[in-house]
């Protein structure tokens, strides 16, 4: 199983681009890179995922180097909204949470 | 379609109480998840599923049963309640590991007293 290690928390303010880096060493061949998205009292909700390079959505960007040893979720000018975990994991069949991102976002 | 849906929304149990927490998903999912999540703290996955017939621990698979006899439920079973078990309870699915999308259904709040 492909471990993720995160930063546990980050501020931002509105209107700003936010990078999130996700570390995942020994992601293996099948592995697909997924990123949630949870607010208190809800469950995990999907933002994007990827197997490698580049993918976009209307929500998020997903950075994914060639050796696929990390990925950075990109959220283009946040609002007080995205405060929320966010949470990478690096799966393929038995998904397995890490601790997550406490993003903050100020006005 | 109406995604994962979990019943019930919340429940108190005194110690020692048994109880089902449901899940049914209507996407015609092979892989489902339970989680707990306590508060917080991040998922810890208790069971899963590939598929009807086929279950698997997770890392958190103590104090729980589960079964899969169709591809649509997978109801997790609480034997013997106690007060570590007091948590919000996520079910999860999705088709193929390989490039799916996961979903949740909106959890299970349970207090064990």
Excluded at chain 1, 22 to 27: E, F, G, K, M, V
Excluded at chain 2, 82 to 93: D, E, G, K, R
Aim: glycine content about 8%.
């Amino acid at each position: 199983l492909a471990k993720t290690t995160q930063p546990i928390s980050m501020d931002s303010y509105e209107g700003q681009e936010v990078n999130i880096t996700c570390s995942h060493n020994n992601i293996a061949t099948n592995d697909y890179i997924t990123w949630y998205q949870q607010f208190p009292s809800q469950g995990p909700r999907f933002i994007i995922q990827g197997y490698k390079t580049k993918v976009t959505n209307e929500v998020a960007s997903l950075f994914i180097p060639a050796d696929r040893k990390s990925s950075t979720l990109s959220l283009p000018r946040v609002s007080l909204s995205d405060t929320a975990v966010y949470y990478c994991l690096a799966w393929a069949g038995k998904l397995i949470f890490g601790t997550g991102t406490r993003l903050q976002v100020f006005p | 379609n109406a995604g994962v849906t979990q019943t019930p929304k919340f429940r108190i149990l005194k110690i020692g109480q048994s109880m089902t927490l449901q899940c049914t998903q209507d996407m015609n999912h092979n892989y489902m998840y339970w989680y707990r999540q306590d508060p917080g703290m991040g998922l810890k996955l208790i069971y899963y599923s590939v598929g009807a017939g086929i279950t698997d621990k997770g890392e958190v698979p103590n104090g729980y049963n589960v079964s899969r006899s169709t591809t649509e439920d997978f109801p997790l079973r609480l034997e013997l309640a106690a007060p570590s078990q007091t948590s919000v309870y996520f079910c999860a699915s999705y088709r193929n590991p390989w490039g799916d999308e996961q979903f949740f259904g909106p959890g299970t709040r349970l207090t064990v007293l």
